[in-house]
């Protein structure tokens, strides 16, 4: 059994390979990309000691594929995604093919895979979409095959050729045949393909002749690449076996070649035959041969004369151009330290081929199939020249010339890209010889991507090879106006140039003779125009390619070449841009493949870093240029707004790149030696984002949650987070239009984005309301868009919305002078009843979730105000309570948050809660539902409503309460009302079921409410204060003990019946003990005014009663009361002790209690406070202390000596109380008099010195003289009655004395205050009403 295990093991890889391959699973995400990658590294290494398992699994697999039926375009793709990957894993196993298994699996792989194979590669041809990627990954999967099983191939293909040498047929099939161009050939391989064509050449048919004269050709070119040193070798050490099969074989074909188009089809092979017999060639150069060598020199002299145009056939000159181009290529492959004679017949043709191929005025062109066959050409001879001789470059300006034909352009790039990345040859000379260009290739590059640029507002498909017009012609230079054929090339022309960069961007960042600004400018030309290729439309591997060409140019070692004079400073601005321009594409989601290029950003952010720590000691040197700032901003809301995507691969890409922004931050500052918060406020958030970017086998929605947690931890206002709100916030707004558009618009993609988007506008938006407070410098970049487009009003609802008042407050309020976050927040409320019939309640739910779960702490104050607002325009109106479904609905909704809110403990959320007082939402909510009614719906509200109540006085010491004491009085009251309302009548079972549940769930709330409360009744019964106390605890205690009795009662009845139900049974029995602890608490807090009415039940009658009474006071016993309030003086001494504690004074005599009241109570409430300190401290005959206290502490926080006492301070209106209270007797037996005599002063007596407004027959002199006197009057009157000034105005006038603020407060504050004041200048003259 252990034998097969193995066995099976690797099945069970083989099937699951099987099973996610796309034709199977379907669209792959990056999750199924990642497991078949795993998979076929686990079938690759399987591969080494099980060969025989995978091979025969792989190609089963292949058949059952090509065999499957499939229909429609994704259909279709998936079946090319899944062959391809299938051949990959393949090729990749058989190259790493074991030795050992050679003889035991050649039966195997012949039989079943090598046909499968050959059909695949005879069956893709050019019709099919994907043919060339499918046919060249099939060849590899054949040429891999037959470096181990050759014998098996070449068995395949000598059969064929023995087959048709026999064959009468015209038409053959050559399939077989062309195996040999696909093939691994090596010198001994070759040379049995040469001897096997030799034997069976000459009785072949014209199509199969043909066939293996184009597959030799290949199969040369296989083994000169793959096996240079042999052929290198070859001239070395001629081999005459080789030598002897070639000339056999050109003699063959040279008979075959009787006619111009038949030489025509032979020349290349017999110039590649000839390059096999170094000997021949070396012997064929001199002037005379024998005559069995005669025919080699023949051809070699028509090649010549076909090449110089004197062969009187231009397709034997294009064959000559053909043949010789070859010939070129292939003395490359010899070293010239070798001296062979190749080389001299090398230089006797290349004259004459470049002029043919590189002739701008008659450009080289074949016929409309050939067009890449002819650039291929091309390249093989631009190639080969540089490789002959790097420095004869008349070629090289020919093709650089800005008027040549763009096939010339296209073919010096491609050529420059092969030089490259093909130069394992050690005699090959390096690009390095053409740096000297670079300032032309970036010309062409700038030019290029214009034209290319400015065609994009019609996009073109891109092929991955030029295409040109039937006839090379002038018309493909470089022209004012492109026609479209024209742009494809430029498309192609800019693909190639991209490429060229990648491949050693040293080509084109060479400016050996610039100065520093000129080289800088250059570059950032180049880097900034590969950034516009990055989100260009429709062009995917352009784009691609670009991005890869960006990514070398950060490379550390490249940007030291961008400007070597000024590295750092050119660094932070050119890496800046490329950054900016990015995101900006980003945020705007220009990009389909905005998750690629988002990875590819987070890899140009690790090379930045990288270069940084290289340079760490100078690595801020120019960084403070204002794009820098601007970059880092735009990176900021980049990676923001990708946390709300819907793609979880690209939140978790986004979270990862704050990684390395906290690694530039650490690199900054560790450089200019200051804090990194100083360089990025928020780092300690970001480094957390980071720390779970890991996260891949975390669902969605779990993501989103810890991300939204950690977004309500941001704690600093930037221009990023901002800016990112903002931004989404008008995506937001956008994407609610559109979900509400449901039937007109397909929405269901973009909800979850949505919901995304709406939690993170919750959970970020509290740091955007300190924005106003903390303006950005002068370098922010404001987000893109017209203010149009950013300021949005509230969204349309459906006509039950129009309707709703709910809506129209929050359309009404989201007025301009609101902020952003607080039009959302009325958004959102809006949306809490949207009444569409598809989305309408998937809107609701999330939105109530939301606000309740993932909202800022910050944004709580604001929240409940808001709803504060909306509840309370429901008893605005005259009249009854607007009872309809939506605002019943809005209440339920809002009880739900508030619940969710109170429940979640989200860190900070205590120092939020109470900032603005729920106490009058609350009163509202349970006012609105004690309305509502009996229904089943209203049941659950209520109990709902209850349960809100529990969890409100669990956060009690977090929440604020204006007047506490009275709210919880009247919730009680309210409450109690619900307790046993319906629990009786109910006859359905279900009903009894709610009704109770709504008895616990109230009486648990009063519990809560109860505990420590003294009960308050309402003012103005006309009652004692005791006695109302007394009979409200008596109505209270009532309620609860005929729900004791009820739910005995019910008990009772149930076990008379037969026993009760079990769930019903856990209620009464919860309900009992609620209601003990609500009596408990009762009567812990009001000892005072109900133990007269209670204590009497420990002697009732009923043995029941006398329990739950005993119980109650056990209860109140452990607890701890007080019995000592029970005294008459109670109040009394209450209130006095409360004095005694706001009038304590300290040891320096501070006054602690009245300080902090200062400081805690509304500016609203400082008239009352006042009034009550001046009030206390007075009849404790400590007003001078307070006085010192207050104006010293005024003194203190003045700015300057004019603006003390004039601001709306509680020091001003503690002085102004005093000199109204204390100086309005004083000023009245002081003033009457005085005003009674200026009052009777006959009219001749004018007191008017304003010459322009005298009288006829007044004196001014006169008039003057009477004011002094009248003057000198209330003066010495008032410098009189100095003994009669009040002693606690003295107090305030010593203490502004002391703070040297006398000579101008006294008459401010005191005379003038009050003879402006209306109601104190009546009570002065009283007598005018006389008059």
Same mark, same amino acid.
């Given at each position: ?40 590294? *686990? #079938?690759?290494?399987? %591969? $080494?000691?099980?060969?025989? !398992?995978?091979?025969?699994? +792989?190609?089963?697999? &292949? ?29 990749? *196993? #058989?190259?790493?093919? %074991? $030795?050992?298994?050679?003889? !035991?699996?050649?039966?195997? +792989?012949?039989?079943? &895979? ?30 891999? #095959? ?17 087959? &048709? ?129 005669a025919n080699k020199k023949l051809f070699l002299d028509s090649l010549r004369k076909a090449l110089a145009g004197q062969g009187g056939s231009k397709q034997l000159m294009e064959s000559a151009a053909i043949a010789c181009v070859k010939l070129c290529k292939a003395s490359t492959y010899i070293n010239w330290e070798d001296h062979s004679t190749i080389f001299l017949l090398v230089q006797s043709i290349v004259m004459d081929l470049k002029a043919l191929l590189f002739n701008p005025a008659k450009p080289f062109w074949r016929g409309a199939g050939s067009q890449n066959a002819d650039v291929e050409l091309m390249m093989d001879c631009f190639v080969s020249c540089f490789r002959i001789n790097p420095h004869n470059n008349q070629h090289f300006k020919v093709c650089l010339a800005s008027s040549s034909p763009s096939t010339f352009h296209f073919v010096l790039v491609n ?315 008008a995506k937001w707004d956008q994407a609610t239009k559109q979900i509400l558009n449901f039937p007109k618009n397909k929405a269901d993609d973009g909800q979850q984005e949505w919901i995304n988007m709406t939690g993170f506008l919750c959970a970020l938006g509290g740091v955007c309301l300190q924005q106003r407070s903390t303006p950005g410098p002068a370098t922010y970049s404001p987000p893109m868009g017209s203010m149009s487009e950013r300021k949005h009003s509230m969204i349309s609802m459906g006509p039950c919305e129009i309707s709703n008042p709910m809506a129209s407050a929050s359309c009404s309020s989201s007025a301009s002078s609101e902020t952003p976050v607080s039009r959302f927040i009325d958004r959102l409320l809006a949306l809490l009843v949207c009444g569409h019939d598809r989305v309408g309640l998937h809107v609701r739910t999330n939105v109530k979730d939301l ?202 009845e149930g076990q008379a019946v037969g026993g009760c139900k079990r769930g019903m049974s856990r209620r009464l029995a919860s309900l009992r003990h609620c209601t003990v602890l609500a009596m408990s608490n009762l009567l812990n807090a009001n000892v005072d005014s109900g133990l007269m009415h209670s204590i009497g039940l420990g002697y009732h009658k009923d043995l029941q009663t006398r329990a739950t009474f005993m119980e109650v006071l056990t209860k109140i016993l452990q607890q701890g009361t007080e019995f000592d309030t029970l005294a008459e003086t109670v109040l009394a001494d209450r209130f006095e002790r409360l004095v005694e504690l706001v009038t304590m004074m300290g040891d320096q005599g501070e006054l602690p209690i009245a300080m902090a009241l200062a400081n805690v109570v509304p500016g609203s409430q400082w008239d009352e406070l006042a009034r009550v300190l ?158």
């Amino acid at each position: 059994m252990a034998a097969h295990k193995p066995v099976e093991w690797v099945q069970a890889v083989i099937t699951r390979f099987d099973e996610q391959l796309p034709i199977k699973v379907g669209h792959q995400n990056t999750h199924t990309k990642i497991s078949t990658e795993h998979n076929k590294e *686990c #079938l690759i290494n399987i %591969s $080494k000691y099980k060969f025989s !398992l995978v091979i025969s699994g +792989l190609t089963t697999i &292949l058949k059952n594929v090509n065999n499957m039926r499939i229909f429609g375009e994704a259909s279709e793709k998936n079946l090319y995604l899944s062959q391809l990957i299938i051949l990959d894993t393949l090729e990749k *196993c #058989l190259a790493g093919q %074991s $030795k050992d298994s050679l003889r !035991l699996d050649e039966t195997m +792989l012949v039989k079943q &895979l090598l046909p499968e194979i050959c059909h695949f590669i005879h069956t893709y041809r050019e019709g099919h979409q994907h043919a060339a990627e499918l046919r060249a990954s099939a060849s590899a999967v054949l040429f891999s #095959l037959s470096c181990n099983n050759f014998n098996a191939v070449f068995s395949r293909i000598s059969t064929r050729l023995q087959e &048709l040498t026999v064959c009468l047929e015209d038409n053959v099939d050559v399939h077989d045949i062309e195996l040999m161009q696909y093939i691994n050939v090596d010198c001994s391989k070759l040379k049995r393909l040469l001897q096997e064509t030799v034997l069976k050449f000459k009785t072949l048919k014209k199509p199969a002749q043909l066939a293996v004269i184009n597959s030799l050709e290949k199969a040369f070119w296989n083994w000169v690449e793959n096996y240079p040193d042999e052929f290198t070798m070859l001239y070395q050490r001629p081999q005459a076996d080789m030598a002897e099969a070639a000339e056999k074989l050109f003699d063959l074909v040279d008979s075959f070649a009787e006619s111009a188009k038949r030489k025509a089809a032979v020349w290349p092979l017999q110039i590649i035959l000839l390059i096999l017999c170094p000997e021949i060639t070396h012997t064929i150069s001199k002037d005379t041969v024998e005559d069995s060598k005669a025919n080699k020199k023949l051809f070699l002299d028509s090649l010549r004369k076909a090449l110089a145009g004197q062969g009187g056939s231009k397709q034997l000159m294009e064959s000559a151009a053909i043949a010789c181009v070859k010939l070129c290529k292939a003395s490359t492959y010899i070293n010239w330290e070798d001296h062979s004679t190749i080389f001299l017949l090398v230089q006797s043709i290349v004259m004459d081929l470049k002029a043919l191929l590189f002739n701008p005025a008659k450009p080289f062109w074949r016929g409309a199939g050939s067009q890449n066959a002819d650039v291929e050409l091309m390249m093989d001879c631009f190639v080969s020249c540089f490789r002959i001789n790097p420095h004869n470059n008349q070629h090289f300006k020919v093709c650089l010339a800005s008027s040549s034909p763009s096939t010339f352009h296209f073919v010096l790039v491609n050529s420059l890209h092969r030089i490259i990345t093909n130069s394992h040859l050690d005699w090959w000379p390096k690009i390095d010889a053409v740096y000297c260009y670079s300032g032309e290739l970036r010309f062409m590059f700038s030019d290029t991507l214009n034209r290319v640029v400015q065609s994009t507002h019609a996009p073109l498909r891109m092929t991955p090879s030029l295409t040109f017009k039937g006839k090379m012609t002038t018309s493909l230079k470089f022209k004012e106006k492109t026609t479209e054929l024209d742009t494809r090339s430029y498309k192609c022309l800019l693909l190639a140039l991209v490429k060229l960069i990648h491949a050693d961007p040293k080509l084109m960042l060479h400016n050996p003779v610039k100065q520093a600004p000129d080289m800088q400018s250059s570059t950032a030309e180049l880097i900034i125009g590969l950034v516009q290729l990055v989100p260009l439309a429709n062009t995917t591997q352009l784009s691609q390619e670009a991005m890869e060409a960006l990514l070398v140019l950060h490379q550390p070692e490249s940007i030291e070449q961008w400007n070597p004079d000024a590295p750092i400073e050119t660094f932070w601005d050119i890496s800046s841009q490329v950054q900016f321009l990015i995101c900006r594409k980003l945020i705007g989601q220009q990009m389909v493949n905005g998750t690629e290029v988002l990875k590819w950003l987070r890899e140009i952010l690790i090379c930045r870093n990288k270069f940084l720590l290289k340079n760490k000691e100078c690595a801020t040197m120019g960084g403070g240029i204002p794009i820098c700032r601007q970059a880092q901003t735009k990176l900021e809301v980049c990676l923001y707004m990708f946390l709300w995507s819907s793609d979880t691969e690209a939140v978790l890409v986004a979270m990862s790149c704050f990684r390395h922004l906290c690694e530039e931050a650490d690199i900054r500052s560790a450089a200019d030696e200051v804090s990194v918060q100083t360089i990025l406020p928020n780092y300690a958030t970001f480094s957390e984002l980071a720390s779970i970017s890991n996260m891949m086998g975390t669902g969605r929605s779990t993501l989103q949650k810890r991300v939204m947690s950690l977004l309500r931890r941001i704690e600093h206002p930037t221009l990023g987070n901002i800016e990112a709100w903002e931004d989404t916030y008008a995506k937001w707004d956008q994407a609610t239009k559109q979900i509400l558009n449901f039937p007109k618009n397909k929405a269901d993609d973009g909800q979850q984005e949505w919901i995304n988007m709406t939690g993170f506008l919750c959970a970020l938006g509290g740091v955007c309301l300190q924005q106003r407070s903390t303006p950005g410098p002068a370098t922010y970049s404001p987000p893109m868009g017209s203010m149009s487009e950013r300021k949005h009003s509230m969204i349309s609802m459906g006509p039950c919305e129009i309707s709703n008042p709910m809506a129209s407050a929050s359309c009404s309020s989201s007025a301009s002078s609101e902020t952003p976050v607080s039009r959302f927040i009325d958004r959102l409320l809006a949306l809490l009843v949207c009444g569409h019939d598809r989305v309408g309640l998937h809107v609701r739910t999330n939105v109530k979730d939301l606000l309740g779960l993932e909202l800022s702490p910050a944004l709580y104050p604001m929240l409940f105000n808001k709803l504060r607002n909306s509840i309370g325009k429901f008893f605005d109106t005259q009249g009854p309570v607007p009872i309809n479904d939506t605002n019943t609905q809005f209440v339920e909704q809002t009880i739900a948050i508030m619940k969710n809110l109170l429940d979640n403990h989200t860190e900070g959320s205590s120092e939020h809660l109470g900032q603005a007082s729920i106490e009058t939402m609350m009163l509202n909510l349970v006012r609105y539902v004690r309305i509502l009614g009996n229904m089943v719906h209203a049941i659950q509200i209520k109990t709902k409503l209850c349960q809100l109540v529990e969890v409100m006085m669990e956060r009690r010491d977090d929440l604020s309460f204006c007047q506490e004491m009275k709210f919880r009085n009247k919730m009680v009251e309210y409450l109690t009302d619900w307790v046993m309302g319906t629990s009786n009548q109910a006859a359905d079972d279900d009903i009894k079921c709610l009704t109770r549940d709504l008895d616990q769930a109230s009486m648990e709330a009063v519990v809560s409410l109860l505990a420590g409360l003294p009960l308050q009744p309402e003012e103005g019964d006309g009652v004692e204060l005791m006695e109302a106390k007394s009979q409200l605890f008596l109505k209270y205690f009532t309620l609860f003990m005929n729900l004791l009795n009820d739910c005995s009662e019910v008990e009772d009845e149930g076990q008379a019946v037969g026993g009760c139900k079990r769930g019903m049974s856990r209620r009464l029995a919860s309900l009992r003990h609620c209601t003990v602890l609500a009596m408990s608490n009762l009567l812990n807090a009001n000892v005072d005014s109900g133990l007269m009415h209670s204590i009497g039940l420990g002697y009732h009658k009923d043995l029941q009663t006398r329990a739950t009474f005993m119980e109650v006071l056990t209860k109140i016993l452990q607890q701890g009361t007080e019995f000592d309030t029970l005294a008459e003086t109670v109040l009394a001494d209450r209130f006095e002790r409360l004095v005694e504690l706001v009038t304590m004074m300290g040891d320096q005599g501070e006054l602690p209690i009245a300080m902090a009241l200062a400081n805690v109570v509304p500016g609203s409430q400082w008239d009352e406070l006042a009034r009550v300190l001046v009030t206390l401290f007075d009849s404790r005959h400590l007003l001078y202390q307070l006085l010192w206290n207050m104006f010293s502490k005024e003194v203190e926080l003045a700015d300057s000596m004019q603006t003390l006492f004039r601001g709306n301070s509680l020091a001003s209106k503690i002085m102004t109380f005093c000199f109204k209270v204390y100086g309005a007797a004083y000023l009245q037996k002081l003033l009457e008099p005085l005003l009674k005599g200026v009052i009777s002063t006959p009219e001749h007596i004018s007191f008017e010195v304003d010459s322009t407004r005298l009288e006829q027959g007044e004196n001014l002199e006169d008039n003057q003289r009477n004011l002094l006197q009248i003057t000198e009057r209330f003066f010495h009157a008032i410098i009189g009655s100095s003994s009669e000034f009040p002693p606690q105005l003295r107090s305030v006038c010593h203490c502004l004395y002391q703070l040297l603020l006398l000579h101008s407060l006294l008459f401010l504050m005191l005379l003038n205050s009050l003879l402006s004041s209306s109601h104190t200048y009546l009570h002065s003259c009283s007598y005018f009403s006389d008059l």
